[in-house]
């Protein structure tokens, strides 16, 4: 009689503690930290502070305000453009999570932060179907190679800004990588050129652009950097 008791009490148990076992699983909330920083003093920009843990599915507002520059853009982890608003609201995940810059104007090019690859010139001779992957590795670490554009290209791109972005910060000069997959009219295989690598120079951005070029054997290329600017953001949208 006491087995079936306890066997019954037991059951009981098991039963009362499984829905709380699972409420508290359903209703544990996830956190998570994001960081606001601005481009200049140019701006100022106001959100939560790095260190403020927010929970999943809250509403996040990030501001900027124009101090002397021009209000460009919000940045996602310097790489890519997700706002021209100045005023920018999200909900809080895994996805969001991360570092936010809000972008002013620079009132001299050498001082700006952020620019993009906006032409790419292609010279192959009998040459179809031009992949080009362009990467960009800051000088002072070799290793760390950002890809600012990998897709299909003709003999002449003049405008192929995506979005994408890259921050020198408190680099000087990036090393630009560019190699070419192609088909030669009349041949099933892909071959791939890699050109030497060229030098991208804070210095050459004596106006909003700045050209690098290269060259190998009869092919050659020329790769066209812009300065952001609202007028920039605004031509891709």
Same mark, same amino acid.
């Given at each position: ?52 843990? =927010?929970? $999943?599915?809250?509403? %996040? ?5 124009? #101090?002397?520059?021009? /209000? +460009? ?68 670490? =070799?290793? $760390?190679?950002?890809? %600012? ?5 003709? #003999?002449?791109?003049? /405008? +192929? ?77």
């Amino acid at each position: 009689m006491k087995k079936i008791f306890n066997k019954k009490f037991m059951i009981v148990l098991v039963l009362f503690l499984v829905p709380m076992f699972l409420l508290t699983a359903c209703s544990q909330v996830n956190y998570y930290n994001i960081e606001v920083l601005k481009s200049s003093s140019r701006g100022e920009v106001h959100g939560p502070n790095k260190t403020t843990q =927010i929970a $999943e599915n809250s509403e %996040v507002t990030l501001t900027a305000t124009e #101090n002397g520059g021009q /209000f +460009i853009c919000w940045v996602k982890n310097s790489s890519q453009v997700i706002s021209l608003d100045s005023s920018y609201k999200f909900a809080m995940s895994a996805d969001t999570a991360g570092t936010y810059t809000g972008v002013f104007s620079e009132s001299s090019p050498m001082q700006m932060m952020y620019t993009a690859l906006t032409g790419i010139k292609i010279n192959f001779a009998e040459v179809t179907n031009l992949n080009v992957n362009v990467n960009i590795t800051p000088s002072s670490a =070799i290793t $760390e190679s950002i890809s %600012v554009y990998n897709g299909s290209a003709s #003999n002449e791109n003049a /405008f +192929i800004y995506n979005g994408r972005v890259f921050s020198f910060l408190n680099e000087d000069i990036y090393l630009v990588d560019v190699s070419v997959e192609y088909e030669i009219l009349g041949y099933e295989e892909k071959l791939t050129e890699t050109f030497p690598t060229v030098q991208l120079k804070r210095s050459e951005f004596t106006t909003s652009k700045a050209v690098v070029s290269g060259n190998k054997g009869q092919a050659s290329f020329e790769l066209t950097f812009e300065k952001l600017s609202r007028e920039l953001v605004e031509r891709q949208n």
